[in-house]
């Protein structure tokens, strides 16, 4: 065997890995990295979707989504507070159905697949169901605020409160990501830990801090991470919920980024928009990763 | 180590390469399949198929489906096939894919803002053009071909208007002590009928049934608005449409009536679901487009009449949509394909298929003998009237016309949210309006 490798040559030593890759690699060049660097160009062109042309106007889409268009600024403070909202509020109740689940209760396996359920729903479905639910003249839960006297409520209709709605729908609807995750590192801390707390005197709450808690910390990681990248990425909850609305209080990046490719047709300005989205999530990850690293040293 | 990283350079370049070779393909296959858009699919022997794209749901979409089969039984050499998509953004996406790689269909109707984008991929038509096909253009709504015109052509085909209009309940009318066939014609009479029909019905302290309701899409109140302002004499953009001139006396003037529909007169709860809340009876008046009715129909007893003055310096004035087929560039070069296009065309533009389409759909026609067999229905004759004595405008033809609507929507949206004085919001929306007209010179 090793005859053979050795008699091949070059080739077979530094190509053929390549070309059993190829298959993912075609699919990951043409799919990922090719629409990737197309849209990099494409931020530095005004194009309008039908053009064959795609002339280069420099840094203009960059300049008119800094300084004149006044939805974009508002698109960041939105997609800002749905992350502080979203990513903490994920992770505490995520690590606490987690910690639930985590217990010898009855019907476990039921508990798990109830949370689970929701997180198959496509996006859509999820956001059609509350727009429905929350409809302030014919929704359900009016309807039964009313029979206890606190309704009508204009919900998705003010903007105050509008974001925390959108977010606690996708928590329903998502939370189940989290939950499983931090499942699956609670099971990988040593129970042998537990029992040695327990004999020198800790309490739950101390156990949960100085063993769960630190055990979880990869997890932790990844979970940000995952978070913080999934939440600059909302689109369909949001969109199928609101629209972006009302008064643009839910206009988050991506709707912004849709709406500007995909209504006003200026190609370049959208892609310029998930340039920014990129090289954000980037350095966020980069500085998350160092972070945690730090902490794990 | 150094041949992994070498490797690794080699990939990544011919990654880059690979990336923007496709790129440059990509784009001059684009041109090519441009080239060829007049080359359509091959058509059954002795039948030439027009594909037509439409964003019109239910109403105007299925009566329009009807009525082509019935054109498509009478022209057998012709088989016009008609695909509906859903409307907004999507839609406009779908057409510009399709023109890009040149595949786009033979027809497509369009909104009366939406010419202006596509000004270089659709066919143009002079006058002689279109009375070689048999359509000539004063038996139509002049107001309607000029809202096309570009440089001394015209860039699309107007089948049909909707105006918006005034609906009224003539049950509410009546329980409130009002002509049930006299709708209000003025502001003040506006606002005097409102507080009649503003009640609570069951007693409970809580007004329950109310004179007008401000619709929750604000694109709508921003065309409503807008209509407001026209007839106080002023407009959207300036003549040239190049500077927003509606932060003028006549734009805050009419903002502020509106907005005291809700607050000082009362006669108005916050914007809501309008239509849900006309067909249940709880509104007395509605100001929406004339070709909602169909939603009405057979829930509540109502009539339509052309919009109040509420100002008098151009009375009656309504914002007006129309419904527009636009064809792609190099269509014409079919000889065939465009002779047929042109032949379901003019079908469309004849007075039988517009009347009927207008009582079908509750769409207006353009054409102006339509108009006269519609002047006595009861429910359209007013509206037709309208358009027939020139009492409707349409939105400034400009490329990012949809962009403008969206910027006054958030406009009309603070203002009923109190955000704000009427100046300093139409103040604010004007230096944004000012910014996409000076992006897009």
């Known amino acids: ?291 945690f690293r730090e902490e794990t040293e | 180590m150094k041949r992994i990283k070498k490797t690794g350079i080699l990939m990544l370049a011919i990654v880059l390469l690979f990336a923007f070779s496709t790129s440059v393909l990509f784009a001059k296959g684009t041109q090519e399949k441009q080239k060829a858009a007049g080359k359509k699919e091959a058509a059954p022997a002795g039948k030439v198929v027009v594909n037509y794209w439409s964003r019109n749901g239910a109403p105007l979409g299925t009566v329009m489906g009807s009525m082509i089969k019935k054109f498509n039984t009478a022209n057998p050499n012709i088989k016009v096939k008609m695909q509906i998509m859903t409307w907004g953004g999507e839609y406009y996406s779908k057409i510009r894919a399709s023109i890009m790689v040149g595949k786009a269909p033979d027809i497509f109707d369009v909104s009366v803002y939406a010419p202006a984008m596509f000004l270089k991929y659709v066919e143009s038509y002079t006058k002689e053009d279109l009375s070689q096909s048999g359509i000539n253009i004063s038996d139509y709504a002049g107001s309607a071909w000029n809202a096309l015109k570009f440089d001394g052509k015209y860039y699309g085909i107007p089948i049909g208007i909707f105006p918006i209009g005034l609906y009224y309940n003539k049950d509410l009318f009546q329980k409130a002590g009002l002509d049930p066939a006299k709708a209000p014609t003025n502001q003040s009479q506006f606002i005097a009928y409102g507080k009649k029909l503003t009640k609570d019905t069951n007693g409970d302290g809580k007004i329950d049934q109310w004179g007008t309701m401000e619709v929750n899409w604000y694109n709508l109140v921003g065309w409503i608005w807008e209509s407001f302002m026209v007839q106080n004499g002023g407009s959207l953009l300036n003549k040239d449409n190049t500077k927003a001139a509606f932060d003028s006396k006549a734009g805050i003037e009419a903002l502020n009536l509106y907005v005291d529909f809700v607050r000082k007169y009362k006669i108005s709860p916050a914007p809501g679901d309008v239509p849900a809340a006309f067909a249940s009876g709880k509104v007395g008046m509605i100001i929406d487009f004339v070709h909602g009715l169909s939603g009405y129909k057979g829930k509540v007893n109502f009539g339509i009449k052309r919009m109040p003055s509420f100002y008098s310096k151009r009375p009656h004035m309504s914002w007006a949509s129309m419904n527009i087929f636009l064809s792609p560039k190099g269509l014409r070069k079919d000889a065939g394909k465009w002779k047929a296009t042109m032949t379901f065309i003019k079908w469309i533009m004849g007075t039988d298929f517009q009347k009927s389409f207008a009582l079908g759909a509750g769409e207006m026609p353009s054409r102006l003998s339509a108009f006269d067999a519609l002047k006595s229905d009861p429910l359209l004759g007013d509206i037709a009237e309208t358009i027939a004595s020139g009492q409707v405008f349409f939105p400034p033809s400009v490329v990012n016309a949809t962009e403008i609507f969206s910027v006054m929507g958030d406009a009309m949206g603070q203002a009923f949210a109190g955000k704000g004085s009427a100046d300093k919001i139409l103040g604010q929306a004007s230096k944004r309006v000012d910014q996409i007209l000076a992006r897009t010179k």
């Open chain 1, 1 to 291: 065997m090793g005859k053979i490798i050795k008699g091949s040559g070059l080739f077979k030593k530094t190509i053929s890995p390549y070309l059993y890759l190829l298959p993912f690699l075609a699919f990951y060049f043409i799919l990922q990295l090719f629409p990737l660097v197309q849209n990099f160009y494409v931020s530095f062109t005004e194009w309008d979707m039908m053009s064959p042309e795609k002339p280069f106007v420099g840094l203009f889409n960059y300049k008119t989504l800094f300084f004149k268009d006044y939805l974009f600024w508002g698109s960041v403070w939105a997609t800002l507070h749905y992350i502080f909202l979203n990513v903490p509020l994920k992770i505490v109740i995520g690590l606490g159905l987690a910690l639930l689940l985590n217990q010898n209760l009855k019907g476990k396996t039921f508990h798990r697949v109830a949370i689970f359920i929701p997180f198959v729903l496509n996006t859509a479905v999820v956001g059609l169901l509350f727009r429905w639910i929350l409809d302030p003249q014919f929704g359900m839960f009016n309807y039964y605020l009313e029979k206890v006297g606190l309704g009508p409520q204009k919900w998705l209709i003010e903007p105050k409160w509008t974001m925390e709605i959108v977010v606690l729908v996708t928590i329903w609807w998502s939370i189940a990501f989290n939950a499983i995750i931090y499942l699956a590192g609670l099971q990988g801390i040593p129970e042998e830990l537990y029992d040695a707390g327990k004999i020198d005197g800790c309490n739950a709450w101390q156990r949960f801090l100085h063993i769960t808690l630190p055990g979880l910390k990869n997890t932790t990681m990844f979970v940000v991470i995952m978070q913080v990248i999934g939440s600059f990425q909302a689109f369909g909850n949001i969109y199928m919920l609101t629209g972006g609305g009302p008064l643009n209080a839910t206009r988050v990046l991506m709707l912004h980024l849709y709406e500007v490719g995909f209504y006003y047709f200026r190609m370049g300005q959208a892609a310029a928009i998930s340039v920014i989205i990129f090289i954000i999530v980037l350095v966020l990850t980069i500085i998350m990763l160092k972070f």
